[in-house]
């Protein structure tokens, strides 16, 4: 039963972001640049205001683009990235590796990303 509970406030925080979403800010945490340096993956903070609690979320960008006022493309959990922030680590140019110790409910996460799967993503 806690299982549906979990899911149902999953989702509910999920729409409540894209409901919001020109409410909300995001706040870079840190930056990691792809071995051949054309792409980065950001951790940073999504905050939505009061209905919603903070968010830690990874987007992968060409890394000339700035991090705009969206969700992450790749990965996003719950809670603040001071406290949760996982480990990231490119290895390759096409593969990011996250590590995360944190038992917070996972609300994203990617397995590829791109046009054709261009990039991969793994988990620990």
Same mark, same amino acid.
């Given at each position: 039963?806690?299982?549906i509970a979990a899911l149902i406030?999953?989702?509910?925080?999920?729409?409540?972001?894209?409901?919001?979403?020109?409410?909300?800010?995001n706040y870079e945490h840190s930056?990691?640049?792809?071995?051949?340096?054309?792409?980065?993956?950001?951790?940073?903070?999504?905050?939505?205001? /009061?209905?919603? %609690?903070?968010?830690?979320?990874? &987007? $992968?960008?060409?890394?000339?683009?700035?991090?705009?006022?969206?969700?992450?493309?790749?990965?996003?959990?719950?809670?603040?990235?001071?406290?949760?922030?996982?480990?990231?680590?490119?290895?390759?140019?096409?593969?990011?590796?996250?590590?995360s110790s944190s038992e917070n409910?996972?609300?994203?996460?990617? /397995?590829?990303? %791109?046009?054709?799967?261009?990039? &991969? $993503?793994?988990?620990?």
């Amino acid at each position: 039963m806690g299982g549906i509970a979990a899911l149902i406030s999953a989702a509910f925080v999920a729409f409540m972001m894209y409901l919001f979403s020109d409410m909300c800010g995001n706040y870079e945490h840190s930056v990691f640049q792809s071995p051949d340096a054309k792409y980065k993956a950001v951790i940073f903070q999504r905050d939505c205001g /009061a209905t919603t %609690g903070f968010s830690t979320q990874i &987007s $992968i960008l060409p890394s000339n683009e700035a991090l705009m006022n969206e969700s992450g493309n790749i990965f996003a959990m719950e809670g603040h990235s001071n406290d949760v922030a996982p480990k990231v680590e490119w290895l390759n140019d096409v593969t990011l590796k996250i590590t995360s110790s944190s038992e917070n409910t996972v609300y994203l996460s990617e /397995a590829s990303f %791109g046009w054709f799967n261009k990039f &991969s $993503i793994v988990y620990e």
